[in-house]
Nanobody, 119 residues
Framework: QVQLVESGGGLVQAGGSLRLSCAASGSTSSTNVMGWFRQAPGKERESVATIAWSGGSTGYSDSVKGRFTISRDNAKNTVSLQMNSLKPEDTAVYYC????????????WGQGTQVTVSS
């Protein structure tokens, strides 16, 4: 099992920045990809960014590309999401997730952290 705990959410004005962190514990070596997702009220959960533990290859949704940066610290088992130039449409609950090799669905989820961007 893998436990994921997010932190760093809050309220920020449009154009501002926030940094989210995800602390992973447990059998983290069983996972190879970490991701950040978000879900706004009345909308489906969507992928924001992903990163591989090994090699650090990253992927971003078009809506955040150029504004958000995902990074990982293998020694600390943490994954971060630096969010710059925030927009009101970035308002959502942000979730950290982990996936095991050769899986098409995400295996572990955090409890989520609220990000609210005011206009």
């Amino acid at each position: 099992q893998v436990q994921l705990v997010e932190s760093g959410g809050g309220l920020v004005q449009a154009g501002g920045s926030l940094r989210l962190s995800c602390a992973a514990s447990g059998s983290t070596s069983s996972t190879n990809v970490m991701g950040w997702f978000r879900q706004a009220p009345g909308k489906e959960r969507e992928s924001v960014a992903t990163i591989a533990w090994s090699g650090g290859s990253t992927g971003y949704s078009d809506s955040v590309k150029g504004r958000f940066t995902i990074s990982r610290d293998n020694a600390k088992n943490t994954v971060s999401l630096q969010m710059n130039s925030l927009k009101p449409e970035d308002t959502a609950v942000y979730y950290c997730a982990a996936r095991r090799p050769f899986r098409t669905t995400w295996d572990y989820w955090g409890q989520g952290t609220q990000v609210t961007v005011s206009s």
